[in-house]
Every structure is written in structure tokens, then in C-alpha cells.
């Protein structure tokens, strides 16, 4: 399966508290990537990380790739309200079409 | 960053009936399209992939007589939801991506209510 597999499947933190979220994935890939949807809405990229990376940051984000355990990690610093989502990892294939799969993803409850 | 518009972002219809959704890319082309589904509290499930001016590939269990998709130019991908059901209510989210683009740019989505 070409999907990642995010975990945990929700996530409630304190405002200001960091939020890490996992993503497992089968396949040999490219590149992954993470995105966010808020809800009723569609989703933004936050971040690429390639599969000769390990590690990223964009801001308040962190994103960390282990292709050995075909795994990877998104660490948001400094929670803040505004990040309440679903987040969902998007493994790209080596060997495949340009299309990207979605798991369930982690819905993140930011609490003020 | 670049800009995908959906329209409309919400309609309601009689069951029977077919709507159309369109997707565009504002800012650049995109030679690739996506449309997916989703359900409440639910991932999005891939439906179809379209390559300008040729047939869409759909995925798995999608029926392709059932839902339509045209990508016609650069800019612009429809799907239409012929004799929508009320089973066929959900959420469709189209993306978008240029050629050599490695990430896809969403739309906001748009909510269909068939009654």
C-alpha cells in the first residue's frame, strides 16, 4: 500500500506545549510529505523532506525521516490554537504515479 | 504559493439529478489533476487522477460512468456527479499539480448534499 499510516489518531495538548505526530509508511519512497486540513476546508502543504534528508524545519515545524524504519515525525513547537487540524503524511513512491494516498491522519485539539 | 479555486463550494440537489464541480488552478498550468471524496471524520479517498487532454485514471471501485471528469486545459478540471444519489453527499476536493511539481495544491473543497 502506498499510504502512510499516521499515528496517534488524535492528539489534545495544552496551548504552547509541542505536538508530535508519527507517520509509518511500507514502500520505497521519494519523498514524503506532510500536510494539514483544517476543518471543512481542503488541505495545505507544510512540508517536503526527501529520502536523502533527515531532518527539516520550516518555521514551527520539524520533520524528522528514517527511510530504515520507513518512518517520520512532525514536531510542532510552541502549539498554538490556530494549528487545531487534521495532519496527514503523504509518502511519493519511488516507482509510481504522481498521485499521493492519505491515511486516516491525526486530528490535533489545541485546548487555549 | 499557488492558488486552486473550487466551484461552488457548496449545492444542494434533488436526487436524480447531475452537478458539476469545476477546479482551477489560478496561478499556474497544471498538467495533473486530482479529485477526491470525503466523508465525515474521514481520510480523503482518492477518486481519479486526470493528465490534460486525456482520459482520467480512476481508482479502484470508482465508477467512471458515474463520475465524470474532463481536463480540457491547463487550468480547468470538472467532475460531474451524474445521477447523484444521496449516498453521493459528501465532500470533493480537487488538487493540482504542475509538471515537475512534486507537491499538490488543494482546492477548499466542495460540500454536495443530495436530498
Known amino acids: 500500500s502506498q499510504q502512510g499510516e499516521e499515528d496517534p489518531q488524535a492528539l489534545s495538548i495544552q496551548e504552547g506545549e509541542n505536538a508530535t505526530m508519527n507517520c509509518s509508511y511500507k514502500?520505497?519512497?521519494?519523498?514524503l510529505q506532510w500536510y494539514r486540513q483544517n476543518s471543512g476546508r481542503g488541505l495545505v502543504h507544510l512540508i517536503l523532506i526527501r529520502s536523502n534528508e533527515r531532518e527539516k524545519h520550516s518555521g514551527r515545524l520539524r520533520v524528522t525521516l528514517d527511510t530504515s524504519k520507513k518512518s517520520s515525525s512532525l514536531l510542532i513547537t510552541a502549539s498554538r490554537a490556530a494549528d487545531t487540524a487534521s495532519y496527514f503524511c503523504?509518502?511519493?513512491?519511488?516507482?509510481?504515479?504522481?498521485?499521493?494516498?492519505f491515511g486516516q491522519g491525526t486530528r490535533l485539539t489545541i485546548n487555549p | 504559493g499557488a492558488v486552486v479555486s473550487q466551484h461552488p463550494s457548496r449545492v444542494i440537489c434533488k436526487s436524480g439529478t447531475s452537478v458539476k464541480i469545476e477546479c482551477r488552478s489560478l496561478?499556474?498550468?497544471?498538467?495533473?489533476m486530482f479529485w477526491y471524496r470525503q466523508f465525515p471524520k474521514q481520510s480523503l479517498m482518492l477518486m481519479a487522477t486526470s493528465n490534460e487532454g486525456s482520459k482520467a485514471t480512476y481508482e479502484q471501485g470508482v465508477e467512471k460512468d458515474k463520475f465524470l471528469i474532463n481536463h480540457a486545459s491547463l487550468t480547468l478540471s470538472t467532475l460531474t456527479v451524474t445521477s447523484a444519489h444521496p449516498e453521493d453527499s459528501s465532500f470533493y476536493i480537487c488538487s493540482a499539480a504542475g509538471t515537475g511539481q512534486e507537491t499538490q495544491y488543494f482546492g477548499p473543497g466542495t460540500r454536495l448534499l443530495v436530498l
Open positions: 496561478d499556474f498550468q497544471a498538467t495533473t
Open positions: 503523504a509518502p511519493r513512491v519511488i516507482q509510481g504515479a504522481q498521485k499521493l494516498v
Open positions: 514502500t520505497s519512497i521519494n519523498n
